[in-house]
């Protein structure tokens, strides 16, 4: 029967972590046969056969489970045939599967991660054509955009490389002139288009590949090289520590809610288990939505609650990867992972969830050095920090009149024509925000706190500005709520003409404010609101517009910033909490780059 095995050239390749050896296939042959129901007899069954310098191992046979549109306690049963076949050559692995996978202790014992640069090397070398690339971002902040897809037929010419040091490639697919291949690193998948292949055909392909796979030098595209890049886990200078880890809380409801061969979380205690429902799952996964500060004492990384000293868990960096030694949190007790298309507590490879998240790599580390980063099993650099963060710089803008705000509005009494002197409201009027139309958007249904049209520049703009005030700090904690103000509002700066009446009929009014009625003109320059209402409708409908948004805020210095970023440069690691803010403002430029908008900060000298 194997003779009649066709496959694609589509297989998932590992390093191979210790030899393996007859008895290693034949147990885990009989863990598979074990861990499903009713299996027929085989229907092909080889191991470890000689074939060239390779070897390959397979296994078939069929076996029953339940549908995936039904509940396993239905009691219904579809029979299914599945198949492995696993390839040795050199120092590779490479496995091609259809409905059956290998056992977690098999993969931990003998298959290891392929460096990303080596999967570089071997698939996006310097000849390849990028027709299709799904990136992810290097931000733990859910308020950045997580991950997108581009395709074009030659994506150089398409795409814009103003933003892509912050985001990691995940997988692509290359035009060269001997294929087209694709490639997803971090699963380790590799595959060509090509028509269905026998056995000896495939086993040719896994040495082909496995050979790419060794090259310790070549030619990368360049095109690639735009993206962060990737690096050893040996490549961390030892004064380099992990600071903050984030849990992939959106990577884990895929698997959780979205996949159709996906996961159930499940609680034990004593004989019973019992599935969590969707409204429980989802409270288990607010818990672990949050940055946990990383603490290294006594040359221990102790992950901890943000803003206590509770450990959660700690950290082992090795050379290979980076392991999550569980989390003590009261919401995670007795939660475990079982598969979804097995009856509920018969998965024998369940497992508790803090341990399935550190094996699926759902978690992203951030370092002292604030060019890395560890995702999805794997350590990048954007280089867009070499030399003092440059380009982070850039975004920030001085205003010296925010150095002596006191406030963000000031006080409020019935005759006051102007806010106050010295608040932030006050330095965006006066100083900021030089648009000829100036309105102010505070409270409501608000897109900004003001909102400025220039219809004399060449091109025309339309800018949103975010007034805060606060103490002067390098803490992420002042940013939060502008930013996700600012996020949430770059889809309406276009400004919707089917929204734009309640907004000219809402400006057209005083402002008022902690029970206050002021004399404050809403509409503070621009001239009549019939007159502010065409140069709106003519500044929106500009081809050529410019989209601006500004955070103005009185609690963040620009010399310090540029201090602690030479300073970095220079080896000196930053805090936690400088690490936690420059990552939130990241977030926020790139969210504004991904939606064609020019984002800024406004602080003080």
């Known amino acids: 029967m194997i003779e009649n095995l066709e496959i694609g050239r589509s297989g998932y390749f590992y390093q191979r972590k210790r030899p393996l050896s007859n008895e290693a296939i034949e147990q885990l042959f009989r863990n598979l046969r074990a861990q499903t129901r009713h299996p027929s007899q085989n229907l092909f069954r080889i191991v470890r056969m000689q074939l060239g310098e390779a070897r390959y191992s397979t296994i078939s046979f069929s076996y029953e489970r339940a549908p995936s549109f039904l509940a396993p306690e239905a009691g219904v049963s579809e029979r299914v045939f599945g198949y492995l076949l696993i390839v040795e050559h050199g120092l590779h692995i490479a496995l091609f599967k259809?409905?059956?996978?290998?056992?977690?202790?098999?993969?931990?014992?003998?298959?290891?991660?392929?460096?990303?640069?080596?999967?570089?090397r071997a698939i996006a070398r310097h000849d390849a054509v990028f027709e299709k690339l799904r990136l992810r971002n290097m931000s733990i902040s859910p308020l950045a955009l997580r991950s997108k897809t581009l395709e074009a037929r030659d994506l150089e010419n398409a795409v814009a490389t103003s933003s892509a040091s912050r985001f990691i490639p995940q997988g692509y697919s290359v035009r060269r002139p001997d294929g087209v291949y694709s490639a997803t690193p971090t699963t380790g998948r590799i595959a060509v288009r090509s028509d269905r292949a026998?056995?000896?055909?495939?086993?040719?392909?896994?040495?082909?590949?496995?050979?790419?796979?060794?090259?310790?030098d070549g030619a990368v595209s360049g095109f690639i090289r735009n993206f962060a890049r990737p690096l050893e886990l040996t490549a961390i200078p030892p004064d380099v520590r992990p600071t903050f880890i984030g849990i992939d809380i959106m990577g884990l409801s895929d698997v959780l809610f979205s996949a159709d061969d996906?996961?159930?979380?499940?609680?034990?205690?004593?004989?019973?288990?019992?599935?969590?429902?969707h409204t429980e799952a989802e409270a288990v996964l607010a818990s672990l939505d949050q940055p946990f500060p990383i603490v290294t004492e006594g040359g221990v990384d102790q992950v901890r609650l943000d803003g206590g000293d509770a450990q959660v868990t700690t950290l082992r960096i090795g050379s290979t990867r980076i392991a999550l030694r569980g989390l003590e949190l009261p919401a995670l007790v007795g939660i475990s992972v079982e598969r979804r298309d097995l009856p509920l507590g018969e998965d024998p490879n369940a497992m508790p969830l803090a341990r399935y998240i550190d094996r699926e790599n759902l978690f992203t580390v951030l370092f002292s050095d604030l060019a890395l980063a560890y995702i999805d099993g794997s350590l990048f650099r954007d280089e867009a920090l070499a030399g003092g963060g440059e380009a982070f710089l850039a975004h920030l803008h001085v205003e010296a009149s925010l150095a002596t705000a006191d406030s963000e509005k000031g006080a409020f009494a019935a005759d006051q024509v102007a806010f106050a002197p010295n608040s932030v409201f006050r330095s965006v009027v006066d100083a900021v925000a030089n648009d000829d139309v100036l309105l102010c958007d505070d409270l409501g249904d608000e897109w900004a706190d003001f909102i400025g049209v220039s219809t004399a520049t060449s091109p025309t703009m339309i800018s949103f500005y975010h007034a805060k005030h606060g103490n002067q700090s390098l803490s992420a904690s002042a940013f939060h709520d502008s930013v996700g103000q600012a996020i949430k509002n770059l889809g309406r700066m276009s400004l919707p003409g089917s929204m734009l009446p309640n907004k000219l009929a809402s400006w057209n009014d005083r402002y008022r404010n902690?029970?206050?009625?002021?004399?404050?003109?809403?509409?503070?320059?621009?001239?009549?609101?019939?007159?502010?209402?065409?140069?709106?409708?003519?500044?929106?409908?500009?081809?050529?517009?410019?989209?601006?948004?500004?955070?103005?805020t009185s609690s963040l210095s620009r010399a310090q910033?540029?201090?602690?970023?030479?300073?970095?440069?220079?080896?000196?690691?930053?805090?936690?909490?400088?690490?936690?803010?420059?990552w939130l403002l990241m977030s926020y430029f790139s969210a504004c780059t991904e939606m064609g908008v020019r984002g800024y900060v406004v602080c003080r000298p």
């Open 98 to 120: 259809s409905g059956l996978d290998l056992t977690s202790s098999f993969k931990s014992a003998f298959l290891g991660k392929i460096a990303s640069e080596r999967v570089e």
């Open 198 to 216: 026998d056995v000896e055909a495939a086993v040719a392909w896994v040495a082909e590949i496995s050979t790419l796979l060794r090259l310790e």
């Open 262 to 277: 996906g996961v159930r979380l499940v609680r034990t205690g004593g004989d019973a288990t019992e599935a969590l429902s």
């Open 514 to 552: 902690n029970g206050v009625q002021t004399e404050i003109a809403r509409m503070i320059r621009g001239g009549s609101p019939d007159e502010i209402a065409a140069k709106l409708d003519a500044v929106r409908s500009a081809p050529d517009v410019l989209q601006r948004v500004f955070i103005v």
């Open 561 to 582: 910033v540029e201090e602690v970023l030479a300073a970095a440069s220079h080896g000196t690691p930053p805090t936690p909490h400088f690490v936690q803010l420059y």
